[in-house]
């Protein structure tokens, strides 16, 4: 009989996110019975996606929580939800509801609200995508009978929670199972309680390599005032990704006599001031902000680079520079995170001190000034992403995984 895999997320899809669409459809389309749960649903960004649209079964697959902002309209749901759980999970819905009273009284009725999607679907395993998703809900399995998976993805180790010493202690207790994407995260969780008894497994971020290849033979061009170093990032607009620092950078380099052009794919809260500190730095003809955009257009942009730079303060690993080093981009970005695993010093790129704008300076112009350098590290990051970073290989680790916990 095939086991139910229901994957919690906060949204779904998110263009930032195109690494669960492939880790769902991927899943599916090796016959896994594969369920979301989300609390909202985006449809005009679902169309972005082939793998979503081709087929309206794996749409049927995708479920929304109920709305729980306006307590007033949770109330007057509740009994709708309730019965409506019990009548898809009958013998999981009186369990969830004995066991979850016993440990946490009348609370557990919200806590069957907020649950109720996920109930229903009778899940074998749940698999919450980010850790500070399940802060607060991993013992759901306990009450279900089921078995758990947290990822931890970055943010969600690197500062969700800091402030609050047990912010993961349900987490650490209650989960059967943690996936990171590298080591750097599985230090940080053991440092901040995870047992290191409990199974885990190191995946990585993994994308389509066909689709993230040069069209045509990728040259690498001499660098004059006709044709400026064209430089490119790819990341939401936030402080974690370091705009700030990039921007500094960019103007040591210009100080230093080497022309560039700076395109920026991504959106977020952070447009104002990273605006801001455009106008001041006297950049506004050289960066430009391209706002989110679809796969399609990044690897336009990711054809017209020459380098790749990531400035980031905090990371998990980094989808858009295993993009870069896949279009055979080299890369320019500093050791936060998972950085220096993804990026091999000296070999696809150059990892530089986090904060350090002339360190970041000085590794594009000794790009901008070799192009046989750029050419060199562009052909071993294209073969490091195949080699390392394949879609088939992430989907596999996770079945071996999954069997791994649900035959224990």
């Given amino acids: 009989m095939t086991k139910r895999i229901v994957l919690v997320l906060a949204a779904f899809p998110q ?15 090796e016959g896994w019975d594969v369920q979301i749960v989300c609390n909202a649903y985006h449809s005009e960004i679902a169309r972005v996606f082939p793998q979503l649209t081709r087929n309206p079964s794996i749409t049927r697959r995708i479920h929304k929580n109920p709305p729980n902002r306006a307590r007033w309209l949770a109330a007057l749901l509740f009994p709708v ?8 999970n009958i013998s999981g819905s009186l369990r969830y509801l004995s066991n979850g009273i016993r440990l946490h009284g009348l609370k557990t009725l919200a806590r069957f609200y907020t649950d109720s999607a996920i109930i229903a679907l009778k899940p074998d395993l749940i698999h919450f995508e980010f850790g500070a998703t399940a802060a607060g809900r991993a013992d759901i399995a306990s009450l279900l009978g089921c078995k758990t998976i947290v990822s931890f993805r970055g943010y969600d180790l690197n500062f969700s929670g800091l402030d609050q010493p047990d912010f993961y202690k349900d987490v ?43 069209v045509n033979l990728k040259t690498y061009e001499e660098i004059s005032a006709s044709r400026p170093l ?4 790819v990341g939401r607009l936030e402080w974690k990704k370091g705009y700030e620092f990039a921007f500094q950078a960019i103007t040591q380099l210009l100080d230093a006599g080497v022309p560039c052009d700076y395109h920026i794919v ?13 106008h001041q730095l006297g950049l506004d003809d050289v960066v430009k902000f391209h706002g989110a955009q679809p796969r399609e257009k990044v690897r336009e942009e990711l054809l017209w680079a020459d380098l790749f730079l990531h400035a980031a303060v905090s990371e998990g690993f980094c989808n858009a520079v295993l993009e870069a080093q896949a279009m055979q981009v080299p890369v320019v970005c500093t050791d936060a995170g998972g950085l220096p695993e993804n990026v091999a010093n000296e070999v696809t790129g150059f990892v530089v001190p986090r904060r350090d704008p002339a360190a970041l300076a000085a590794a594009m112009t000794r790009l901008a000034a070799v192009p046989g350098l750029r050419e060199k590290f562009g052909v071993a990051g294209r073969e490091r992403v195949i080699h390392r970073f394949q879609l088939s290989e992430q989907i596999y680790s996770f079945f071996d995984f999954y069997n791994r916990l649900l035959n224990e």
């Fill in 266 to 278: 991504g959106d977020g809260a952070y447009l104002e001031p990273l605006a801001f500190a455009r």
């Fill in 81 to 88: 939800v309730l019965v409506n759980t019990l009548v898809r």
């Fill in 172 to 214: 650490w207790r209650f989960a059967d199972g943690f996936h990171f994407l590298g080591d750097d995260l599985r230090q940080r969780g053991l440092k901040r309680g995870c047992p290191p008894e409990k199974p885990f497994v190191l995946i990585p971020p993994a994308i389509d390599c066909e689709f993230f290849k040069p």
């Fill in 230 to 233: 064209r430089i490119l990032s």
């Fill in 15 to 29: 263009l930032s996110e195109s690494f669960i669409v492939s880790k769902f459809t991927s899943l599916v389309d």
